[in-house]
């Protein structure tokens, strides 16, 4: 069967036909979710040169002026300011560089990037390039965590299986995670890396005081995954979307399995996870899921890691069971 063609609007963006309540100074006013939608067609005029390059070539354009010798990437200019309005000529630069500065990390968006999160962006100065271009970036280790990008960090590019002319085709790895083969490779696409060959950070051997504070915290789980799954909006969090993770804790491993609006828990492993959690304390998990704490500050302070960074929309829609629960307490 022909696959859908994918909407400008995806559908997690779509609020669903629902409204609310608000009491202010002692009167109700009701308040409902609404749209209004307004659809265009953009030329990127001048820069089409450079997006056509970089969907149907897998190459980076840059402008060179005839004068100074400036290449300014993207090629936003014509002529150069700096010249008299000189003549510029469209050059290639290299798909490698360095950042301009440590790039700031979204773990929030709205739900137009939220298939993007965790990512970084910033400024790369392609080798060729005398100005810096702005991408977004990822890590092929798991998830993307402070202190993977810094100024100064190689970059190599990377371009998406599925180009259609914009900037996030393509969006910049760590050169250090690459082969020799795959830096040297000119346009590297996703398909070139082994995105499931990230590197499990090790736990220490089993304590006594590990398995039971691992039973302890099995326990609580339980009830906590009991709570979730009697809660018609936790329920709705997780409508749609089936996922198997294995959670691996110093002592002991337990399967938190998404099965389409039903949560469930057990002790012990599985082989046939979609991803791979690593808790350096099992409570870290209890927290979350009790919104008594949050699994995505547990990521970025590398309390929690997962193995797979697009996974991080599964840790989301947990986090948002939590919230949801909490608030039908109220
Ligand atoms: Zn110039």
Not at 11 to 18: G, K
Request: include cysteine.
């Amino acid at each position: 069967m022909a696959k859908r063609k994918q909407k400008i609007i995806p559908s997690a963006a779509i609020p669903p036909e629902e409204g609310r309540t608000l009491t202010i100074d002692g009167r109700e006013y009701l308040e409902l979710n609404d749209a209004m939608h307004t659809f265009y067609r953009r030329t990127m005029g001048e820069l089409s040169p450079f997006f056509l390059a970089l969907r149907n070539e897998k190459k980076v354009l840059g402008a060179k002026c005839s004068v100074c010798g400036i290449v300014r990437v993207p090629p936003m200019a014509e002529r150069c300011p700096d010249c008299d309005f000189a003549a510029v000529e469209k050059v290639e630069v290299a798909d490698t560089g360095v950042m301009l500065s440590t790039p700031p990390i979204t773990y929030f968006a709205n739900s137009l990037f939220m298939e993007q999160v965790p990512f970084a962006r910033g400024r790369v100065i392609l080798e060729g390039a005398d100005t810096a271009l702005s991408i977004n970036l990822y890590t092929t280790t798991g998830i993307l965590v402070p202190g993977i990008f810094k100024r100064g960090t190689k970059i190599k590019l990377v371009f998406r299986d599925k180009r259609v002319g914009r900037i996030t085709d393509v969006y910049g790895v760590p050169a250090s995670e690459l082969t020799k083969e795959q830096l040297a490779k000119e346009g590297l696409q996703e398909k070139d890396i082994d995105w499931e060959a990230t590197v499990e950070p090790k736990l220490p051997a089993p304590s006594a005081k590990a398995k039971s504070a691992f039973e302890k915290a099995a326990a609580q789980m339980k009830d906590i995954v009991a709570d979730l799954n009697s809660c018609e909006r936790a329920k709705k969090d997780i409508a749609g979307w089936k996922r198997t993770i294995l959670v691996k804790t110093p002592g002991g491993n337990f399967v938190i399995s998404i099965d389409d609006g039903a949560l469930s828990f057990k002790k012990g492993g599985t082989t046939k996870q979609d991803f791979v959690m690593v808790a350096k304390n099992p409570t870290t998990i209890l927290n979350g899921l009790a919104y008594k704490g949050s699994l995505t500050e547990a990521i970025m302070k590398a309390d929690l890691w997962i193995s797979k960074n697009v996974e991080f929309m599964t840790v989301f829609k947990l986090e948002r069971m939590a919230r949801s629960l909490a608030r039908s307490r109220k």
